[in-house]
C-alpha cells in the first residue's frame, strides 16, 4: 500500500501569502491519480486539484498543483480567509486509494 | 444535480454489524465509468477510504479492512450499501459517500456513527 506523507503538519500564514502544500509518497504515483481535496469544519472534502495538476470545476486558479513520481506540492498563490482549511492528497493504484494525513492551514 | 446522502444508525454497540446506505441522484450507477466510494474520518482525525463499487459492479476495499467490509449496489433505487462487521469504538467516526467519476467529484454530507455499549 502506498502512504503519502503531507507536511507541515500546519502552517500558519497572512492573507495574502503564498503556501506550499507538500505531499510525499512511499512510491511512484501515477500523476493521473494524484489529488488534492479541502476540507472545512463540519463539511465534506472538495475536490481541489486532479490529475496532480488539474483544477476541479469552480476551482479558483490561485490553486495549482505539481510534481510527479514521489513528490507532489499544491500552491495557494494568495491566500484568501476562506482558503484556511485542512488539505488532502489522494492517490490510486493497485487497487487501492489512500489519503494522506492532512495539513492544517490556519490564521497566524 | 449530483446529490448523496448517507443513512444509517448513530449508534452501534460493539461486535455489531453496521449498515449504511447511501442514495444517490443526478447520475446512474450503470454508466461506464461510474462508481461509488466508501470513506470514514474519525472525529479530528484524517479521512480514511473504506471500499469501491463500479458500474460494472466491480468491488475494491480497503487492505485493512478487507474482511470487515461489504460494497453492494442496487442500480434501480440508486443506492449503494456499505456492511462493516464486527464494529468496535475505534471504528466511530463520520462516514462519506462519494461519488467518482474519475475523481472523487461529489460528497455525501457524512453520517456520524459512534460505537459504544
Known amino acids: 500500500e502506498i502512504v503519502l506523507t503531507q507536511s507541515p503538519g500546519t502552517l500558519s500564514l497572512s492573507p495574502g501569502e503564498r503556501a506550499t502544500l507538500s505531499c510525499r509518497a512511499s512510491?511512484?504515483?501515477?500523476?493521473?491519480?494524484l489529488a488534492w481535496y479541502q476540507q472545512k469544519p463540519g463539511q465534506a472534502p472538495r475536490l481541489l486539484i486532479y490529475?496532480?495538476?488539474s483544477r476541479a470545476t469552480g476551482i479558483p486558479d490561485r490553486f495549482s498543483g505539481s510534481g510527479s513520481g514521489t513528490d507532489f506540492t499544491l500552491t495557494i498563490s494568495r491566500l484568501e480567509p476562506e482558503d484556511f482549511a485542512v488539505y488532502y492528497c489522494?492517490?490510486?493504484?493497485?487497487?487501492?486509494?489512500?489519503f494522506g494525513q492532512g495539513t492544517k492551514l490556519e490564521i497566524k | 444535480q449530483v446529490t448523496l446522502r448517507e443513512s444509517g444508525p448513530a449508534l452501534v454497540k460493539p461486535t455489531q454489524t453496521l449498515t449504511l446506505t447511501c442514495t444517490f441522484s443526478?447520475?446512474?450507477?450503470?454508466?461506464?465509468?461510474?462508481?461509488v466510494s466508501w470513506i470514514r474520518q474519525p472525529p479530528g482525525k484524517a479521512l480514511e477510504w473504506l471500499a469501491l463499487?463500479?458500474?460494472?459492479?466491480?468491488?475494491y476495499y480497503s487492505t485493512s479492512l478487507k474482511t470487515r467490509l461489504t460494497i453492494s449496489k442496487d442500480t434501480s433505487k440508486n443506492q449503494v450499501v456499505l456492511t462493516m462487521t464486527n464494529m468496535d469504538p475505534v471504528d466511530t467516526a463520520t462516514y462519506y459517500c462519494?461519488?467518482?467519476?474519475?475523481?472523487?467529484?461529489?460528497w455525501g454530507q457524512g453520517t456520524l456513527v459512534t460505537v459504544s455499549s
Open positions: 512510491q511512484s504515483v501515477s500523476s493521473s491519480y
Open positions: 463499487i463500479d458500474w460494472d459492479d466491480d468491488k
Open positions: 462519494a461519488r467518482v467519476y474519475g475523481d472523487y467529484d461529489y
Open positions: 490529475g496532480a495538476s
Open positions: 443526478g447520475f446512474s450507477l450503470s454508466t461506464s465509468g461510474m462508481c
Open positions: 489522494q492517490q490510486y493504484g493497485s487497487s487501492q486509494y489512500t
